[in-house]
């Protein structure tokens, strides 16, 4: 057994200092590296849902709302036609009553259309050009879907041009059923990144 009487004993403590220190220094680097990687995926999942899938998702659930309010809307719009006519007992009261409250109907199926135009298409624009720009943000599974959306945004942009006739539209199917695998990607997403991020 070694004593501190012993020659090299101050040489001993000497390395086994050193070692202590640089095996610290080692773990430290190690943890500060760690931790510096962990921060930075962090970050990179923060803007991942701040700047892609959040706003994304925003836009097709204010997309949906409306849309799935358009339909009833127009069934009470149509049951309350129905009504106003209840009782009435010939042609000429009849007449007089679609006079009197067609106008205010036809606005009903007016704003739909305007809606479409003005404000839904505008927001498929916009989810266009978000995720072109901030593709860089999105998972892989993502990154496929971008066709998909750039004909289904081209196609309504030619119909309201006039540069697609609607039974051209019609004959192509065109529905919004083409974009539900994106939709649940960007949903399935969303939920894994937020949990990640929680974790």
Request: glycine fraction near 6%.
């Amino acid at each position: 057994m070694l004593d501190s009487s012993w020659p090299g004993w101050g040489l001993m403590q000497s390395v086994i200092a050193a070692i202590s220190g640089l095996g610290g220094v080692v773990v430290g680097s190690f943890m500060t590296a760690r931790n510096q990687k962990a921060d930075k995926k962090r970050e990179r999942i923060q803007q991942q849902l701040r700047e892609f899938y959040s706003p994304l998702l925003g836009m097709h659930q204010e997309i949906k709302a409306k849309s799935e309010l358009r339909p009833k809307v127009h069934a009470a719009a149509n049951v309350a036609w129905q009504k106003l006519f209840i009782g009435a007992a010939d042609g000429m009261e009849k007449e007089e009553i679609d006079v009197k409250n067609k106008a205010r109907f036809d606005k009903v199926l007016e704003y739909s259309n305007e809606q479409l135009e003005k404000d839904l298409i505008p927001t498929y624009q916009r989810m266009l050009k978000l995720y072109t720009n901030n593709l860089w943000l999105a998972e892989d599974s993502t990154q496929g879907f971008g066709y998909v959306l750039t004909e289904f945004v081209e196609l309504w942009n030619r119909y309201f041009s006039d540069a697609l006739p609607r039974e051209v539209l019609n004959e192509i199917e065109h529905t919004e059923e083409k974009l539900k695998p994106f939709y649940k990607d960007l949903q399935d997403n969303f939920e894994r990144l937020s949990k990640e991020l929680c974790s």
